[in-house]
């Protein structure tokens, strides 16, 4: 069977953002190598270090996270990049270059030293008009990003993109080093018989969630009249890889446990990319007020609820929260 390779693929994009998504594939292609080495190549456990969050990095964080901020600097079409685990923006030395580049190097970290899927999940902005950085201009709503995407690194390793006209998947050939269209189109049904959640922080949901989920529990002989199976990964790539390839919901809510805060994800580098994705497969993604993707953002490391996937399960949340 003939697939078409990612460079065909991106024959019709503009020249310079077809070039920064290649640049982010290869990015992709080389921490998929550390991954499959994993302790051959002495990139399991704690680096030691704390990320921007407060969060313990693993040492394939950091990794990763370099390799991702060197594609930045190398492809000439990045005037500044971000990522979740840097403070502050870096600005590359292509002072007047199109495109900002936003990621989340490794998703999903906690799974790296037991072999569970992990990611990478990026987004990409235009830059202002003319040449020059302010930190501000990265504070975009998803709406106005041009490309978003991930790559799981799974059994298979996967390159899923959208530039706004549907979503594809690419597998990366481990012969050849390419990435090859294996599923164009994606697209998630409306109706769904499965949903994500991590259980164990139910007596800290919000009530409306902990309704939504009561119902579903409730099976066949509930209100929602059919059974349902939950899952959980704890890495929102693959959870959301499974929704985009099978329907369902995925949802990290609002809890109790830092009611200040709005979520536990980080809008720039996770929400955003996931919900254009969903969005493209003809999905929603909901925040518990809002479309996540008409978030007007207020800072960099901003956090959000996130609850997204099959369109009727998401209305039918909307409800809840509204009721």
Known sequence: MAFTDLETWLESTDRDLARLIQAVAEGCREVSRLVARGALGGVLGEQGTQNVQGEGQKKLDVIADDVFMDVARRCGVVRAAASEEQ?????????????????DPLDGSSNIDVNVSIGTIFSVLRAREGAGFDPADLLQSGRRQVCAGYAVY??????????????????????????????????????????AINASNSRHWAEPVSRYVSECLEGRDGPRG??????????????VHRVLNRGGVFMYPWDKREPSKPGKLRLMYEANPMSLLVEQAGGQAFDGVQAILDVQPTALHQRVSVMLGAAEEIEHLKALHRA
């Not at 403070?87 to 990621?103: I, N, R, S």
Request: proline share 7%; aromatic share 10%.
């Open 154 to 195: 799974g059994p298979q390793t996967q390159l899923v993109l959208t530039t706004g006209n549907g979503v594809d998947a690419f597998t990366l050939d481990p012969d050849s080093g390419r990435w090859l269209l294996t599923r164009a189109g994606l697209s998630i049904p409306a109706q769904a018989k499965e949903f």
């Open 87 to 103: 403070d502050d923006p870096v600005v590359t030395e292509a002072g007047d270059a199109p495109y900002l580049l936003l990621f």
């Open 226 to 239: 059919k059974d349902f199976n939950m899952r959980w990964i704890a890495s929102m790539v693959a959870d």
